[in-house]
């Protein structure tokens, strides 16, 4: 049983690094190309970040347990609000109140409505990966057009649209000198090494809680979806600490699109997923709890301070005891 405990812990110490990385050079990148970080970090660092649900999905479905895959995603998704901006706000506090986030707010809280529509059916089949999926290129669609939008703008446009969310000259570790080729050193670090130490983390962690007859669902809701989660934390963490509250925040926001639309859409190809009724009878209504407790930060313009990041950590760890203990 020695061997799982440092597999995890190397895994844990790649996440971090792997975080750290990811942040530069999305930050960067954003600069390079006159893009605000915010796009990047709903695009890029969002989806690198998911990267270890998808593989985690895909291969429990492979495996024939369909349940650990649905329940990393709601977990999650779950986690990523309560948890991956809960901590790092115990750390600092998060400036979000300088973000502009509400038109992706919107695509997150339709996408969880429609994710739970499509539950409430007892299954997501290829019919409801259809649906995610072409949602997921609508949004891909959104910040594409964003993209292009800003990148048409002349340099004071650019740099009034990028203060709608967080000053560059506010940003530690951006560097508008940095070379192409380090930018894409660091996003490719970020890139591989994130969903390489989920992997290590999450099946070692797995071997660990399987020894005490933890079932698949109850895995999946939390030590499978808080590993999973753990790049989303990482790159949050290194974002809080280097005042680049749009990278944390867009993170969250992009990763919970990403896990609801992408990866169930992607997954459901592979396999019929079952829905638990354990899902329809709790977990699926925490999830939609957890995103619309972002309302304070989106729409009025609240800081995640040390106090938020208290009340938000106390409720997922009180979610967490609900799922081992009383269900």
């Known amino acids: 049983m020695i061997l799982p405990w440092i597999l995890s812990g190397l895994g844990l110490v790649i996440l971090l690094l792997a975080g750290d ?113 072409i949602m997921m290129a609508g949004v891909l669609y959104d910040a594409f057009r964003q993209t292009r939008k800003h990148r048409r703008a002349d340099k004071a446009a650019r740099a009034a649209a990028a203060a709608d969310c967080c000053d560059d000259e506010e940003v530690e570790g951006a560097d508008p000198d940095m070379k192409m080729w380090m930018i894409l050193a660091y996003l490719v670090a970020g890139l591989v090494g994130l969903p390489l130490g989920a992997q290590l983390l999450v ?46 925040l867009g993170n969250v926001i992009g990763s919970n699109i990403f896990n609801l639309l992408g990866i169930i859409g992607v997954a459901s190809f592979v396999g019929p997923i079952p829905v638990d009724p354990q899902f329809l009878q709790l977990d699926f209504w925490v999830m939609l709890a957890a995103s619309l407790l972002l309302l304070p930060f989106v729409y009025f313009r609240q800081d995640i301070s040390r106090l938020w990041g208290v009340i938000l950590t106390a409720l997922y760890v009180a979610y967490v005891m609900v799922v081992l203990f009383w269900t």
């Open 203 to 248: 099946t070692n962690a797995t071997i660990i809680a399987q020894t005490y007859g933890v079932s698949d669902t109850v895995i999946g809701l939390t030590l499978v979806a808080v590993g999973t989660s753990l790049p989303e934390l990482a790159t949050t963490v290194m974002a809080a600490l280097r005042r680049q509250a749009d990278v944390a």
């Open 21 to 133: 990385a990811l942040v530069k050079g999305a930050v960067n990148l954003s600069l390079r190309f006159g893009v605000p970080a915010l796009i990047v970090s709903l695009t890029i660092v969002a989806f690198g970040t998911s990267a270890p649900e998808l593989l985690i999905s895909i291969q429990a479905i492979l495996d024939g347990v369909p349940s650990l895959a649905l329940g990393n995603v709601v977990g999650s998704n779950t986690a990523n609000v309560l948890l991956v901006l809960g901590l790092p706000a115990l750390l600092a506090t998060m400036h979000t109140s300088e973000c502009n986030t509400r038109k992706t707010f919107r695509f997150m809280i339709i996408a969880t409505v429609v994710f739970i529509a499509l539950g409430v059916r007892g299954v997501y089949d290829w019919i409801a990966g259809t649906v995610l999926l």
